[in-house]
């Protein structure tokens, strides 16, 4: 990945590139973003403007040795840490190590790097589960730094989602961070950094990657999916700026996504009084993989606000795709006014509660049966 690819993000690009010339390189460098704003790329394009032997115009050149094996995500002195868990992809019978993954993570960063956290788990194929970041793992980070470089230059760990380690995984790897070696650096990329340890965070240069620039992002679009300019602008601002979101929506049609449809018709029966139905409705949920049952909820939280909003006549502000205003704006007329913040409520604690690994069948229950007694 070479700096002139990143999709807007000039300011942290100059930053970026800036560290690299001054050698004062930040021992570990954190970038928090929403997902699919362009986190992982920025990072990697950094990575491989520092390990190229010969930049140009200050971006890596794309074609030395070094930079080849960047790209490719094959370098021996750039390793990689994420969450995993067993997987259906994966060694079922033994303990899989992260190295195992390997294949399959390279497969999900060069095939899209906007992936947000379940896009990665699918590919992994610990889809149904939540992936972690275990204590042996944090040993094993320590030890990969800790071998001199391959070849001679520096040597870095990316970590992705370092949100997912438990706490004694963290503390080791503070012990690391605490103690910088020459020329060995992490880089970080958070989706969710309220979770990581404040001793962690603290020693980090941390990064916020915001929305790429509309403009920029409805070209990409347009030249990705043919778009005509309004369409593409139109979903730049539905997805708030983020490349991977937009993608997501583009290539679903909100209007087929089962998670819209499923919210929609537990909101439909509970203003229909319909019992039956929402019974359904939450022993289906029920069954589907956490990663699911909580981009449900995270969905519903867009739906409810979208309803509000055109209920109150707002419709452009609304970001709400063509084929969803009508049905939406139809539920608003139905829904009592004081239900929008109660329902916020109720999903923000069903999130919480799916984190928690209380069991599913009693969240969702419980979340059918308040949205039935509310709306
Ligand atoms: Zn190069």
Known sequence: MQFSEILGHTLIVDNLRKMVDSGRIPHAVLFTERPGCGALTLALAAIQYLFCTDRKEGDSCGRCHPCNKVEKLIHPDLHFTFPTNTSVLVGKDKKSEIDDFYPLWRQA??????????????????????????????????????????????????????????????????????????????????????????????????????????????????????????????????????????????????????????????????????????FEIWEKVAGWGKEDQKSLCIEALEILRKTYMLGLGLDDISYTPRGEREKLKELSGKIRKDFYMKGYGFLNSAIEHIERNVNPKFIFCDLCNRIYYNV
């Not at 992002?217 to 990705?224: E, G, H, K, N, Y």
Request: with cysteine; proline share 4%.
């Open 109 to 278: 960063v060069l095939s899209d790097p906007y992936f947000n956290e379940q896009q990665l788990y699918k590919t992994l194929g610990i889809e149904n589960k939540f992936g972690i970041i275990s204590v042996s793992e944090a040993s094993s980070i320590i030890r990969k730094l800790s071998l001199s470089s391959y070849e001679g230059g520096p040597k870095v760990m990316l970590i992705m989602f370092p949100e997912r380690m438990n706490t004694e995984a963290a503390n080791k790897l503070l012990k690391s961070l605490e103690e910088p070696q020459p020329d060995t650096y992490y880089f970080m990329i958070s989706h969710n950094p309220g979770k990581i340890l404040a001793t962690i965070l603290s020693r980090c240069r941390i990064i916020e990657t915001g929305p790429i620039e509309e403009s920029r992002l409805a070209d990409a679009l347009s030249a990705r999916f043919g778009l005509q300019k309004e369409d593409a602008a139109f979903w730049a601002r539905c997805s708030g700026g983020s490349y991977g979101k937009a993608v997501e929506m583009i290539e679903e049609g909100n209007e087929n996504n089962d998670k819209y449809i499923t919210f929609v018709t537990i909101l439909e029966s509970a203003v229909k009084k319909d019992l039956v139905s929402l």
